[in-house]
């Protein structure tokens, strides 16, 4: 979430291991960076990082913290939090550095470099005057556990964004690690390139793990709960059915591992998405109070395994970490994974017809009463790193999700009943998937071609522009009344001809 909103987090990710073994361990040893991190002491609420470049040159003469990060749409200005940064030689001597701006450090010397030694505050208890970085995207370290954003403890060199990585941890051996990054053969974390790292949260701790298999990808929780009120058991009971359902709904799940970090202690917060894992911050309660909320966000989180993990343009993929360039697809990307969540649980019986037509009620209310309604989508996507922009941030998931579910009626009529938006998102997930982005430009113009030529109107009504939106008419599509005045929704129970068809393919049932 995003304050109270959920939040999109990606960033392009590929096979961590290829073939021929020993030659990438060779690459690995030449040209990776290693990370070291001091767990064992976690004084005066600061990571203790050491830093081992492999051989720099004048062009690496800058290390660089976050400025933001994938999906944030804040500014993080992570370099606020470092202290002591020094850059020392073979011999332990200290070379010159000079912090030329809030996140970049200017090396002197950098052919000279043996290792880089700083410490960085957590986020979480840092008192800062603006830009306060959500808990989900922050960091926290206590005596029993730790949190780790990868953008908010680690940097990287001018020019080596692209290196690989190899993280030691050390840390008391009575803590369990959740993260979504696996050991090389040397026993470290390895991640092939810098967004790898911002893509891989960590939690360590007194944790409980529990895991199972849906139909051919291995899922992993780890739940760190203050008072243990809460276990991994407890929230893996809940969440099978909901994970089967995506499995349905998407025709199989598009990825073999998948890791879920849960934190629940004195604050309810939200969630950040990453393509393999994503983490959840919320106040410690017994779970039958806490279960409906967080499987409902668990469903929306995890359905980001397909937008934007498969389908993403080159602004996501090819993140800009030192300034923040917006998206346009904020409309696919959260408003579309919105949508899909709610009617993943509605069509596999997780979600009651009533419940769901609520849900649908409240996005209108919030849509009507909180947000400017000439904002587009598009606009909002355009404006999302601005104070003014990040005011409408949240209706993403409120305008977002209903011109998506508007987006699906419409398809279903021009297709006769036979194809709906979760058909449309299916095929794009396969004609793109993770290595191949889309234009950000001209993307709209792109799937009204893979669609109809009548959508195309639709998105420059609808996405954007700030046209009202036609609920009622496209319900009424369905055979689903729609009342204006106190903006709730019923089944007709006499539907036309056509209606009944258009509305049968709508609530077609997934097979748990």
């Known amino acids: 979430m995003r304050s109270s909103f959920r939040i999109l987090f990606f960033t392009f990710t590929i096979a961590l291991y290829s073939c021929g073994g020993t030659k990438r ?34 062009v690496n003469s800058i290390y660089q913290f976050a400025s933001t990060a994938p999906g944030t749409y804040q500014v993080m200005d992570i370099g606020r939090y470092v202290k002591a940064f020094k850059a020392l030689d ?26 880089i030694e700083y410490e960085i505050s957590e986020t979480w208890d840092t008192p800062v005057v603006e830009n306060k970085i959500y808990l989900m995207c922050g960091t926290s370290i206590e005596n029993d556990h730790t949190l780790i954003n990868g953008q908010a403890v680690f940097g990287y060199f001018k020019e080596k964004q692209d290196s690989p990585i190899t993280i030691k941890l050390d840390y008391p051996e009575t803590w369990t690690v959740g993260t979504p990054l696996t050991k090389n053969t040397a026993g470290l974390y390895y991640a092939e390139d810098y967004d790898k790292v911002v893509d891989s949260p960590f939690l360590l701790g ?51 591992n998948y890791t879920f970090l849960f934190h629940f202690e004195d604050s309810t917060n939200g969630a950040w998405e990453h ?30 395994v397909v937008t934007p993990l498969n389908i993403h343009s080159e602004i996501v993929e090819q ?76 209706n993403i998931y409120m305008r977002g999700a209903l011109v998506a579910g508007l987006l699906d009626i419409k398809l279903l009529e021009l297709s006769d009943g036979k194809r709906g938006y979760i058909d449309v998102i299916n095929d794009l997930a396969k004609e793109y998937g993770p290595n191949k982005p889309f234009d950000d430009a001209t993307f709209f113009k792109t799937f009204a071609q893979k669609t109809y030529p009548e959508i195309k109107s639709f998105i420059d009504k609808y996405i954007v522009n700030a046209t009202p939106l036609p609920i009622k008419e496209y319900y009424n599509k369905i055979g689903v009344d729609y009342n204006p005045i106190n903006k709730t929704f019923s089944l007709n129970a006499s539907p036309s001809a056509e209606q009944l068809k258009l509305r049968t393919k709508w609530m077609a049932p997934i097979i748990l």
């Open 25 to 58: 361990s060779t690459t690995e040893a030449v040209n990776n960076i290693k990370f070291e991190i001091n767990l064992l002491d976690r004084s005066n609420d600061t990571y203790k990082v050491t830093v081992i470049p492999p051989t720099l040159t004048k």
């Open 90 to 115: 073979k011999d332990g001597n200290e070379l010159k550095t000079t912090q030329i701006s809030t996140n970049q450090f200017q090396l002197t010397s950098p052919e000279n470099i043996s290792k």
């Open 206 to 256: 007194n944790l409980t793990k529990a895991s199972m298999n849906i139909q051919g990808t291995n899922v992993d929780i780890y739940t760190y709960s203050k008072t243990g009120l809460v276990t991994s058991s407890d929230v893996l009971e809940s969440m099978k059915n909901m994970l089967l359902s995506a499995s349905g709904f998407l025709n199989g799940l598009p990825v073999k």
């Open 275 to 304: 393509s393999y894992s994503s983490e959840y911050i919320y106040r410690e309660d017994k779970w039958e109070n806490l279960e409906q909320q967080v499987v409902e966000v668990a469903a929306h989180e995890f359905f980001h």
């Open 319 to 394: 993140f800009n970490f030192i300034t923040p360039v917006p998206s346009r697809h904020l409309w696919l990307y959260e408003g579309t994974t919105e949508w899909a969540s709610h009617m993943m649980l509605f069509r596999s019986g997780l979600k009651s017809t009533e419940d769901y037509f609520k849900m649908l009620s409240r996005k209108i209310m919030i849509d009507s009463n909180y947000f400017d309604k000439k904002v587009s989508l598009e606009e909002l996507s355009l404006t999302s790193y601005t104070k003014k922009g990040s005011k409408q941030y949240g």
